[in-house]
């Protein structure tokens, strides 16, 4: 039987973060038990057969705002559904001062047992400028009370390139979040979006964005700095305690199968990729409805391989490629990646591609070859 991961989409938010354009609405209480309902739904009727659940992932928006109940009856109904691994893991998204110590223990309960913390920053003025709904006091107690309730695998989340941020800040983050000893810590580079908060405060010179040179520097402070501390840099933007590498998004970036469910989740199953309508009203009263946005031939798939794979820090190993595909990467792709260890972005390794060190810094030009 093939495993498949699950991913699960809860769009609520106590607020939106100034810089965020991930689909989820703040204030909105009053939506969610219509909103669950359709989940609910759409798990039962979408149900396939012959897989088995290796990961679940409850993302967001903020799904630890919503009351546990709601939790345990998606676990439930996944459960009901299909056949979950005994060792899957279970990820739920939790932010700062929406959870206490009687929602982490349901979670436990139910089979959570993995805890990914959005913290971005230690720092409160930051934190303030980009319209966290937390400060870090209230960040290190959500962090006590999953530790002291045993949760032995909890991820924290930063991010680099923040407004007004100094390397400083970023290295008090880093250095302060060491010392809590998370298994896992991913560090993203903020994105200034379009049509966000952040966009009309940078675009009325209110607040600004570190340069792009001090951005890497950033970049390679943060990788240097968890290195030394006993943390393997495994993707772009995450690192982890040895055995603790997320197994949802290495699935994702070794091309599994996964199925998104909720508002604008997106899946990709049989060679296809596709992902429910991102319009509420529209969701709720067709939660079927999926938007099929490629359907692969085996050229594709293993480009797509290749786009996915270099993210990860060992890159590709060449004999996972020819076992999945019967051919050999160096030769299907010898005109790309002779043009990219040239340019000393991609180099082979024994039996791996993997992106030099000016790969990590110049990722995209690399990624844009296997587009
Ligand atoms: S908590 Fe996450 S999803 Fe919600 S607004 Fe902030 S960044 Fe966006």
Redesign the pocket.
């Known amino acids: 039987m093939k495993n498949i991961g699950i991913y699960i989409h809860i769009p609520f938010?106590k607020?939106?973060?100034y810089?965020?354009d991930?689909l989820?609405f703040?204030n909105s209480e009053e939506k969610v038990d219509k909103y669950i309902q359709t989940l609910l739904k759409e798990i039962e009727y979408s149900k396939i057969k012959n897989v088995q659940v290796s990961t679940i992932y409850i993302g967001?928006?903020?799904p630890s705002i919503i009351d546990e109940k709601y939790i345990k009856e998606i676990i439930n109904k996944i459960k009901e559904n299909y056949i979950v691994s005994n060792q899957a893991e279970m990820t739920i998204e939790v932010?700062p001062g929406t959870v206490n110590e009687n929602k982490i223990k349901k979670y436990l309960q139910i089979g959570i047992n993995r805890i990914s913390i959005?913290l971005q920053s230690t720092n409160d003025r930051i934190l303030k400028e980009i319209g966290?709904i937390h400060n870090y006091e209230k960040f290190l107690e959500t962090y006590k009370i999953a530790r002291d309730l045993g949760i032995k695998n909890i991820n924290v989340d930063l991010m680099l390139a923040l407004p007004n941020q100094s390397i400083e800040d970023l290295q008090e983050s880093i250095e302060k979040v060491i010392l809590l000893n998370p298994e896992h810590i991913s560090v993203y580079s903020l994105i200034l979006e379009e049509n966000t908060k952040l966009e009309s405060l940078v675009l009325e010179n209110k607040v600004y964005l570190p340069e792009e040179n001090l951005e890497r520097q950033m970049y390679w402070l943060v990788k240097r700095k968890l290195q030394e501390n006993g943390y393997k840099h495994y993707e772009i933007s995450n690192f982890a305690k040895l055995g603790y590498e997320s197994k949802h998004n290495m699935n994702c970036w070794k091309q599994m199968e996964y199925l998104g469910f909720g508002l604008g989740a997106h899946s990709y199953y049989e060679g296809k990729r596709f992902s429910n309508v991102s319009n509420l009203q529209e969701y709720e009263k067709n939660s079927f409805k999926k938007i099929v946005h490629e359907v692969q031939d085996e050229n594709e798939k293993q480009k797509e391989y290749m786009l996915l794979g270099l993210r990860k820090i060992d890159g590709i190993k060449i004999s996972e490629f020819k076992n999945k595909f019967a051919l050999n990467p160096l030769y299907v792709f010898r005109n790309e990646i002779n043009k990219l260890v040239e340019a000393n972005l991609l180099a082979v390794d024994a039996d791996y591609i993997k992106l030099t060190n000016k790969g990590i810094d110049f990722a995209n030009i690399v990624w844009q070859e296997f587009v």
């Open positions: 938010c607020q939106k973060c810089y965020c991930f989820s703040s967001g928006g903020t932010n959005g966290r």
